[in-house]
């Protein structure tokens, strides 16, 4: 049997222009990628599926080439293009070893049109929006610039004697969506196992008339990338050169070698222990084992991949410091900053020096956090927000990517001690805006006490603006109240008319953790999943407490939870408590679940995408009510947590 020729398409030429030497690992079963789900989700959440969609509906001549089978698409797509005049959704076109398929091909006698379709929003106001000054292309536009390169190189090479013009076409950021639930009538469903959109309501012509999708013409940066050199590690100084060695590279299945560094900290070529165990190889330490000679037992060292906020990685590496307990302080230069608490460098050098030292022990700095633990006010509140942001609005009015807050949890810890699940808000209904109600609910909320209240990032205060600056320009009967709320509770931001700091502004608990506390445990992590279990794991307070059935009891009330046990161990360490989350598949086929949600709700991506699914998808009202208390309960172990790290605090002041 005739071995088929390994073809380098354009989703294999942007791994390869990111990492030549994750080409070797790329659709091998045994080497396992942890992103392999990630397009399915992040295209969910975003509404990627639907902006495709709806980009097919402003070409309604438009001709769809269904079949995944390489062969079977280019001919489909052969046969269309023997039209004079002819628009292809998802034509196949093969150059020598490179495939692509066209998002959109548009074909006017000897003249092709490539338009290539992303969940990107682009400022149409913005001239050279694409370049920085010096006339070089933005770092965060080049992966999608490059993208359409590949494939107008490939459609040039194939059709030689044709003029191609190449297009990115993207949510507009300054265009107003038409009218309400225009997401709605783009529904995720599945086919011969795939996922995809399907338009199941024809569109207004107001909707076809007022686009939210607008096509850009990116011919002369596509002219730009095809005729400069560029230097990037590992591949020639040409974009064709680029091109031809990476397709060789993988017809051949031939390791490409990468410079290691910072880099390597996002590989998706990893092994967990349960990969392993079934045979898996890692990638990312294949790469370590060749370029570095770092033997199987060290990669349980941490890394310098691992120093929290440096951009001096790819130094450390260079220099052949492969791990943080090769650092020094001639290193890192630890310096006050002159603010209460650790600056960035003495925490980053207290990371290492714990390293060095074998200490594993926590640091708390009690001095400063008892100085600013007086200034709080009881009861302490903690929320958290659910947000969503999409590329086709939700309602009438709004534009591309603007946001809506559809979910709050909102805890108390009174100075005695008691917890309770105060409040809580989720949005069940399709095509409703529920920023104001959500804003209503939490003033509702957060209004029983004047205590301090909490948050942990800065994503509450960006939202809370971003709520005001909606409710500024609506005709709301309370708009008033609801500002002065808001104003109450946060501070301005860069992007605020009006410059306020609210007396109840809210406590950033993250900040709080990156001055006063650092636990060797969480690998320089200061994310709330990884500073919960740290905290879990050292404080005998909160594993005496949450070790009992008492959560969700009249001594601990919870909304959603019933004698809910948070604390267990398991070999000595602490499990950790979002891993503890029921499952939101409980009663449904496996056959759905997979459909449903590929992971559990266990962080704040998934969260989205549960959401997504409930405004994009057809459910029964069994499977909404499951995902729904799901939902309900990732939310509320969200401000649980932040109760659970402002309790262990206490117990470690003593």
Same mark, same amino acid.
């Given at each position: ?7 380098? $398409? ?157 297009? +990115? ?53 596509? +002219? ?43 590989? /998706? ?14 990638? @990312? ?79 708390? !700095? ?57 409040? /809580? ?6 095509? @409703? @805006? ?63 008319? $009006? ?6 502004? %809210?406590? !950033? ?53 019933? !004698? ?52 994009? $998808?057809? %459910? ?35």
């Amino acid at each position: 049997m005739k071995k088929k020729t390994r073809l380098l $398409t354009k989703s294999r030429f942007k791994l390869g222009m990111e990492c030549p030497t994750k080409l070797f690992y790329t659709k091998k079963k045994q080497y396992p990628d942890s992103k392999l789900s990630d397009p399915f989700l992040a295209s969910l959440a975003e509404g990627g599926f639907q902006v495709g969609e709806l980009s097919k509906a402003y070409f309604p001549e438009g001709h769809d080439v269904k079949a995944l089978d390489y062969e079977t698409a280019l001919s489909e797509t052969a046969t269309l293009l023997e039209q004079e005049n002819v628009v292809i959704f998802e034509a196949a076109i093969k150059f020598k070893n490179l495939f692509i398929r066209i998002d959109i091909l548009k074909k006017n006698g000897n003249s092709f049109e490539l338009i290539e379709v992303k969940a990107k929003s682009f400022d149409s106001s913005h001239e050279d929006a694409f370049f920085n000054k010096n006339g070089s292309i933005k770092s965060t536009w080049k992966p999608y610039l490059e993208d359409v390169a590949f494939q107008s190189y490939v459609l040039s090479g194939a059709f030689p004697k044709s003029q191609v013009k190449s297009f +990115l076409m993207m949510a507009d950021k300054n265009a107003a969506c038409p009218t309400d639930g225009l997401h709605q009538k783009f529904m995720i469903e599945e086919s011969d196992g795939r996922k995809c959109a399907v338009q199941v309501e024809k569109l207004t012509d107001e909707e076809l008339r007022e686009k939210v999708l607008k096509a850009v013409d990116v011919s002369d940066v596509v +002219l730009k990338i095809h005729s400069e050199d560029e230097l990037r590690p590992g591949l020639p100084a040409s974009f064709d050169g680029k091109i031809h060695f990476l397709s060789e590279k993988y017809r051949l299945d031939e390791r490409i070698i990468s410079p290691l560094g910072a880099v390597c900290a996002k590989c /998706e070529f990893r092994c967990t222990d349960e990969d392993k165990a079934s045979g898996g190889l890692s990638g @990312f330490e294949e790469c370590w084992s060749l370029q570095a000679g770092v033997k199987d037992s060290e990669f349980l060292e941490p890394l310098v991949l691992e120093l929290w906020s440096s951009r001096k990685k790819d130094k450390f590496v260079e220099g052949g410091k492969f791990f943080l307990k090769d650092l020094s302080q001639e290193d890192i230069v630890a310096k006050s900053d002159k603010k209460d608490g650790l600056s960035s460098t003495e925490r980053q050098w207290l990371q290492v020096e714990k390293v060095i030292k074998g200490d594993k022990s926590f640091f708390l !700095d009690k001095e400063n956090l008892l100085k600013e633990i007086d200034s709080w006010k009881w009861p302490l509140n903690f929320i958290d927000f659910e947000t969503s942001a999409a590329a086709i609005p939700f309602h009438a009015g709004m534009k591309p990517y603007e946001g809506i807050a559809f979910q709050f949890s909102h805890h108390t810890l009174s100075e005695d001690g008691s917890v309770a699940h105060a409040g /809580e808000y989720i949005n069940t209904k399709r095509s @409703f @805006f529920p920023n104001f109600e959500f804003i209503r609910e939490l003033k509702k909320s957060l209004s029983k006490n004047g205590g301090t209240v909490f948050c942990y990032s800065p994503h509450e205060n960006t939202y809370l603006n971003l709520i005001y600056r909606q409710l500024l320009a609506s005709e709301e009967l309370d708009k008033e109240e609801l500002l002065e709320f808001i104003q109450e509770i946060s501070h301005s931001t860069a992007k605020s008319d $009006t410059s306020w700091i609210g007396k109840r502004d %809210m406590v !950033d608990l993250w900040k709080l953790v990156k001055r006063f506390y650092f636990d060797p445990a969480t690998g320089g992590s200061n994310s709330i999943k990884a500073i919960l279990p740290a905290v879990l794991n050292s404080s005998s307070f909160l594993k005496q407490k949450y070790s009992k059935a008492i959560y969700g009891s009249e001594s601990l009330i919870s909304k959603n939870f019933s !004698d809910f046990i948070w604390f267990e161990e398991v070999n000595g360490k602490v499990v950790d408590p979002y891993k503890k989350l029921p499952s939101v598949f409980e009663g449904i086929s496996k056959g759905d679940q997979e459909f449903l949600m590929n992971d559990d709700i266990r962080n704040g991506g998934a969260a989205l995408t549960a959401y997504a699914k409930m405004q994009y $998808t057809q %459910m029964t009202e069994k499977e909404r009510d499951l995902v729904l208390s799901a939902l309900k309960k990732y939310c509320e172990l969200d401000t649980l947590a932040m109760v659970m790290i402002v309790e262990g605090w206490m117990d470690f002041l003593g």
